[in-house]
T-cell receptor, first 114, second 115 residues
Framework: GAGVSQSPSNKVTEKGKDVELRCDPI?????LYWYRQRLGQGLEFLIY????????KSGLPSDRFSAERTGESVSTLTIQRTQQEDSAVYLC????????????FGAGTRLSVL | AQKVTQAQTEISVVEKEDVTLDCVYETRDTTYYLFWYKQPPSGELVFLIRRNSFDEQNEISGRYSWNFQKSTSSFNFTITASQVVDSAVYFCALSRASGTYKYIFGTGTRLKVLA
């Protein structure tokens, strides 16, 4: 596609429910990143994919968070047993590895946990 | 450890004024990249510039200019003759020049340009 696409754009859920957030990167981009942006704060790195593998998961805040990527394309970030502190905007970015590592971002998924 | 500091939380200017957004970074790497992104109300981060640590030349792109000073670990961004459309949150970011290239972001500066 022309840009990074994320869905849904907004998600409201109840505490304790599981949620899945989807990211469609730019076609051909082998690197994919997830970041979290809490209200009024900068973006925090969560996880990095190169192809379908995730060599850096260091930013995942707890074992309730997981992510996968299939076919060197779509990625899904799953949050289990959501908590109120998970409320944030989750942004996905992709890049051509080695191509000046400029990351191109989607518009994000705004998650609200009630 | 790497860190990016954007001390200005919010700046308000009147249209046509010049404005400078500050960015100070910390890293032990000798080679690294610095970036500026714009986040309009739509939420999508828009890439503005990438700077390699070896390239200290200042850059100008239209009304935008960037001043990279390695000696003070700063990478400041100036908008000349600001316009209402410049209103957004601006983020400075740092990445290593190897490995995952993940970004370390500052907390952002919200710029409000008043008509």
């Amino acid at each position: 596609g022309a840009g990074v696409s994320q869905s849904p754009s907004n998600k409201v859920t109840e505490k304790g429910k599981d949620v899945e957030l989807r990211c469609d990167p730019i076609s051909g981009h082998t690197a994919l990143y997830w970041y979290r942006q809490r209200l009024g704060q900068g973006l925090e790195f969560l996880i990095y994919f190169q192809g379908n593998s995730a060599p850096d998961k260091s930013g995942l805040p707890s074992d309730r968070f997981s992510a996968e990527r299939t076919g060197e394309s779509v990625s899904t970030l799953t949050i289990q047993r959501t908590q109120q502190e998970d409320s944030a905007v989750y942004l996905c970015a992709s890049s051509l590895r080695g191509m000046k590592n400029i990351q191109y971002f989607g518009a994000g998924t705004r998650l609200s946990v009630l | 450890a790497q860190k990016v500091t954007q001390a200005q939380t919010e700046i308000s200017v009147v249209e046509k004024e010049d404005v400078t957004l500050d960015c100070v970074y910390e890293t032990r790497d000798t080679t690294y990249y610095l970036f500026w992104y714009k986040q309009p109300p739509s939420g999508e981060l828009v890439f503005l510039i990438r700077r390699n640590s070896f390239d200290e030349q200042n850059e100008i792109s239209g009304r935008y200019s960037w001043n990279f000073q390695k000696s003070t670990s700063s990478f400041n961004f100036t908008i000349t003759a600001s316009q209402v459309v410049d209103s957004a949150v601006y983020f400075c970011a740092l990445s290593r020049a190897s490995g995952t290239y993940k970004y370390i972001f500052g907390t952002g500066t919200r710029l409000k340009v008043l008509a």
